[in-house]
């Protein structure tokens, strides 16, 4: 699978060991960002390219997931689910991993990566990409309704 990844300099020491990691396991990663520590970055750039190639890679019938975090993963969340297609949760155990996928189909996992030793963290996003989507006609009609929502949503002119 191609994972994106974002981050920002609360995750940038994740960012690399979870790179090599995924690689180790034979998926494709995309590095968003950053590519050095500046304690001063800020993430929304870095989040919101990852997720719109994200959207993007999905469109094309690529199988792909984005990846961002930061010390705590909420601004990260944020960012990446101001982009059109994208459903990014916040995950903070395996049991909102696992459902983030069944119920979500998120596509965007996003981490604290100051809340979680690299170990428990790396384990909440394998899990998140090791998982299936249900296809439950319940989380199918309430996903339809969010992109329902953002398709109703006028364009700015
Ligand atoms: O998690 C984040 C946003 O949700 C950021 O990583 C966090 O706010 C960065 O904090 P600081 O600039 O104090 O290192």
Redesign the pocket.
């Known amino acids: 699978m191609r994972i994106h990844i974002a981050t920002?300099?609360?995750?940038l020491e994740l960012s690399r060991r979870l790179q090599d990691h995924l690689i180790r396991a034979g998926h494709e990663v995309v590095d968003h960002g950053p590519t050095s520590y500046e304690?001063?970055d800020d993430?929304p750039a870095f989040c919101i390219a990852a997720a719109e190639a994200v959207v993007r890679d999905q469109a094309a019938g690529v199988d792909a997931l984005g990846v961002v975090f930061?010390?705590?993963?909420?601004?990260?969340q944020?960012a990446a689910n101001k982009v059109d297609g994208i459903r990014a949760a916040l995950v903070w155990n395996e049991s909102t991993a696992l459902l983030a996928r069944q119920h979500n189909d998120a596509n965007v996992i996003s981490i604290?990566?100051?809340q979680h030793p690299e170990d428990e963290a790396i384990s909440f996003i394998d899990a998140f990409i090791a998982e299936p989507f249900s296809h439950d006609e319940r989380h199918v009609r309430r996903i339809g309704q969010i992109a329902a929502y953002e398709e109703s949503r006028p364009t700015d002119a």
């Open positions: 920002d300099h609360a995750g304690p001063l993430y930061g010390g705590s993963g909420n601004g990260e944020i604290g990566a100051r």
